[in-house]
């Protein structure tokens, strides 16, 4: 309020008030004008990457006028905000997104070439914006979208890393990783040096007695390190809301140096004081479902969870509202369990800052938080160790202790001397250090937790939940499947098929209103449609291939039947199960006859992920691949009836281009081991078909688009437990296929067979964990099927359109919207341009 400007100095400011670009010749002048004062550069003196440059300083201009207005929207219509936590934003690149969402892509591919630029070359200069590790960050980055798209008063709060994930780099068939410092040009984030808290650690509590006799317990002393906000404008799609993604990003609490310690003649100390605060925020943790326990990385969730809900909170303070309207102003989403210390925080803040009764205090919390759930897998599982965070964060270990009393004195009167019951459900742990169980502490912080598909959002109610929903009863537990944006997986990485929908569909309605895929319905037979969809996927693949062809070297055709598996590599998605079918298949045609090989169909086996560096097996997965591909590739008899191809670091930038190219794709967890998946909604919406497992979203994929459209197979997840057992206990018979596969492995035909005897001992000899052997018969035969049906191109192109029609539900939209209406009780504010004053009073 202090640094608003006085009514009658106003008038100045509405005079120069800064309006963005209109038109081309508009748009030309700004990127010049950045040319030659911003970049200090000239027309004889600008590349693609400086065009790269000024064309993305003058669209971020332009996002930063509307984010002004929508926040200054926002305040004044005084809407209730949702506030959605996530360690991992997995953005990708932001000016193709920017231009489409606000409408000018058209007007800046004119306008940079008439400045000499071909618009594609420009887009990709941009360094993907790479802050998660897969499905989870990417999910994030899919809600920022739809939730600008919808109007929602909403913001992202995350950790702005100086290195997101690694390259990925292969040589010589093995995983390398390369750090990915990407903050070098930025032109998406917009410092807020005036920003700022003050984040505390370690110390030791001081208790004392107020006046009136009540406890008051106060964390003191230990070290302060500053977050700085850093903000990056989320773009609506053909709306003027933009709203905000806020960074934090860790310095030095007390300026650059400790002047003490300087003083004093102790400069490296205050060096190293600083490069400590620093790295706090330096590196994404690059594990997916896999929880480590490093003290860093608890550094960073306190760090980051501390600093967004001082903001939050300062936000609500400015309406002088009473506390307990908190909850009807702020809802505030957990992505997983990496931010529930928030819950721990927000209680301190209102007992110990604000002087709330402790049951007022709760109530709030609990009414404010909701929980998403992202995985069932044990070891992904968050579990900090108690003395660590008695060291870290004493004040929050004392408040887990008493949440931790209060709700387990509540079930001990609920259900009466069940001392089990009161193990299992502890928010601590009672084993050797004792650990406090992160989901447990989210759940009874939270009025809502959700898994993201129906399948999973069962297997937690029934499995690692199920005493949750007998204290609190089956209404705190629901599901949310997750959805894409079709903004980004539709329009931005497949134009063409984008345009095609719109001729048919009554225009780009589609974009907004993804059930209007199935007007498509009406043009399956249509014969001018099928042809110019044919035409579209072809040249999709015809690009991939000279991708490949630029970046591994191998020559595929564009005519062979491409099948990609690109995501994160882990044993439960199973990558081991593709390359070795990749193997049987390779002996299968090297046994033929050249006749009968002949008859075959030429397929290319694509895969792509990054594995995290410490997980040996997932590196042992890729460097298998690779073998398999030196053999196959340059072997005469098979020529392209078989190429095994392994893509260098995939990330999002990749996957736009390499989704719109699959025939088919690959979705094949060990039943009730994928939460969701949502890779495998992007590939059935740009026009491929999956072969999967009865897993995650696979199975609502199945039930819109029907089953004669998808490729299932293999073991059902209510007999993993069984099989399990099995293996372990009664008698375990390898596949006979798969035997063959291990021996030719083990004589040697891809290499050392040394560097393989992990994958394949893991499955014949340690007991299958996940059922390679078992599904591996089913795959094969269910892929027998995917060969003859795309024999039959005219009934495949029929498969492919259908699907696509079917997929309105798979939207982020419709996700986005049942997270507003059952989880944070938001509504969206409309925007009116009309009724806008230029500037509010
Ligand atoms: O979340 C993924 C699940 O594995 C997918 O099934 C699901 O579709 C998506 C979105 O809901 N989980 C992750 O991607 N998890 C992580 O990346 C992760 C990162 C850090 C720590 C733990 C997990």
């Known amino acids: 309020v202090e640094a608003s400007i006085p009514e009658p100095q106003r008038e100045a400011w509405l005079k120069h008030q800064t309006s963005p670009f209109k038109d081309k010749d508009g748009f030309e002048r700004e990127v010049v004008r950045h040319v030659e004062t911003t970049l200090a550069r000239s027309l004889y003196n600008c590349d693609e990457s400086a065009a790269y440059a000024a064309c993305a300083l003058a669209f971020r201009d332009r996002l930063i006028l509307e984010w002004n207005r929508t926040q200054q929207r926002q305040t004044f219509a005084d809407s209730k905000r949702v506030y959605y936590l996530s360690l991992e934003f997995l953005m990708g690149r932001a000016l193709d997104n920017a231009m489409l969402n606000v409408g000018q892509k058209d007007l800046a591919k004119a306008g940079l070439a008439e400045l000499g630029f071909r618009i594609e070359d420009v887009i990709q200069q941009e360094h993907d914006a790479a802050l998660g590790n897969g499905g989870l960050g990417r999910l994030a980055a899919c809600f920022l979208d739809s939730l600008a798209s919808l109007n929602y008063p909403a913001w992202g709060y995350g950790l702005r890393y100086r290195y997101g994930i690694f390259k990925q780099e292969i040589i010589d068939g093995y995983q390398v990783e390369v750090p990915d410092y990407w903050l070098d040009f930025n032109p998406w984030e917009f410092p807020r040096h005036d920003v700022t808290v003050d984040i ?6 001081v208790k004392s007695t107020d006046e009136s006799g009540k406890t008051v317990c106060r964390w003191e002393g230990g070290e302060t390190v500053k977050a700085v906000a850093y903000d990056v404008p989320i773009p609506g799609y053909d709306t003027p809301t933009t709203n905000n993604l806020r960074l934090w990003s860790s310095k030095a609490a007390s300026g650059e140096f400790d002047f003490q310690k300087f003083n004093s003649g102790d400069y490296e100390s205050s060096v190293a004081d600083q490069q400590r605060a620093e790295t706090i925020s330096a590196v994404l943790y ?27 909170v300062r936000r609500f303070k400015k309406s002088k509202r009473p506390w307990k309207e908190f909850p009807d102003k702020v809802a505030i989403q957990l992505n997983d369990t990496h931010p529930t210390l928030a819950i721990v925080e927000l209680q301190r803040i209102l007992v110990d800052l604000e002087g709330l009764e402790w049951d007022e205090a709760w109530n709030i919390v609990v009414n404010t938080f909701g929980y998403t759930n992202h995985t069932v897998l044990p070891e992904a599982l968050e ?31 609920q259900f009466p001397n069940n001392r089990d019951l009161l193990r299992e459900v502890s928010i601590i742990e009672e084993s050797q250090p004792k650990m406090v169980r992160m989901a447990h502490l989210a759940i009874v912080g939270s009025h809502k937790v959700n898994g993201v598909a129906e399948l999973h959002s069962d297997l ?40 095609l929908i719109a001729s048919k569909t009554g225009g780009k309605g589609f974009l907004t209103d993804l059930t209007l895929l199935s007007k498509l319905e009406l043009y399956v037979d249509d014969k001018e449609f099928r042809k110019e969809w044919a035409e579209i996927k072809y040249a999709n693949k015809v690009r991939l291939a000279k991708h490949i062809k630029a970046t591994t070297g191998v020559t595929v055709s564009p005519s062979a039947l491409f099948d990609v598996q690109v995501k994160r590599i882990h044993e439960y998605k199973r990558q081991q199960m593709n390359i070795f079918g990749a193997i049987h298949r390779y002996l299968t045609l090297k046994a033929m006859t050249p006749e009968e090989r002949q008859k075959q169909l030429p397929r290319v086996s694509i895969f792509g992920g990054k594995a995290a560096p410490g997980y040996w097996m997932a590196k042992q997965i890729i460097h298998l691949i690779n073998n398999v591909g030196a053999v196959v590739n340059n072997d005469k008899d098979i020529g392209d009836l078989l190429k095994v191809v392994f893509l260098e670091d995939y990330n999002v930038s990749k996957a736009e281009m390499i989704i719109p190219a699959s025939d088919i794709s690959e979705h094949i967890s060990t039943a009730g081991t994928e939460a969701s998946g949502t ?22 994929i199945t039930r819109e688009i029907g089953e004669n459209n998808i490729f299932l197979f293999g073991n059902l997840a209510e ?24 021996d030719e492995i083990e004589r040697g035909t891809f290499g050392n067979p040394q560097d393989f005897a992990g994958m394949v001992s893991a499955v014949r000899d340690h007991g299958d964990y996940y059922l390679v052997s078992d599904d591996f018969h089913s795959y094969l035969e269910t892929h027998a099927l995917v060969d003859e049906a795309y024999r039959d191109q005219e009934q495949w192109l029929t498969k492919c359109i ?40």
């Open 286 to 312: 690059p594990n997916d479902n896999l929880d480590r326990g490093k003290e860093l990385r608890l550094k960073q969730q306190y760090f980051w969870v501390a600093a967004s809900l001082y903001d939050i």
């Open 200 to 205: 505390q650690f370690y110390g030791h509590v």
């Open 383 to 413: 579990k900090w160790s108690v003395p660590l965070i008695q060291h870290l964060l004493p004040r929050h270990l004392q408040i887990i202790y008493d949440v931790n009393l209060f709700f387990l004195q509540s079930v001990e009167r």
């Open 460 to 499: 937690i109610k029934t499995t690692i939940f199920k005493d949750f929903v007998e204290i609190f009863g089956p209404d705190k537990f629901t599901n949310v499947t997750n959805g894409i944006t079709p903004r980004r997986w539709l329009h931005q990485a497949n134009p063409r098929l984008s345009e």
């Open 679 to 700: 890779s495998n909604m992007k590939f059935v919406l740009n026009g491929g078909l999956i072969i999967g497992t009865c897993d995650g979203a696979n199975i609502e």
């Open 719 to 742: 007999d993993v437990e069984e099989l399990r057992h099995a293996h372990l206990y009664g008698q375990h018979t390898i596949d006979a296929d798969l035997a063959r596969v291990f």
């Open 802 to 841: 259908t699907s696509v029609a079917r997929m309105g539900f798979f939207s982020s939209d419709r996700c986005i919207n049942e997270y507003a209406e059952g989880i944070w009780n938001i509504e969206p504010l409309v925007v009116d341009r009309d009724k806008e004053t230029a500037a509010p009073k």
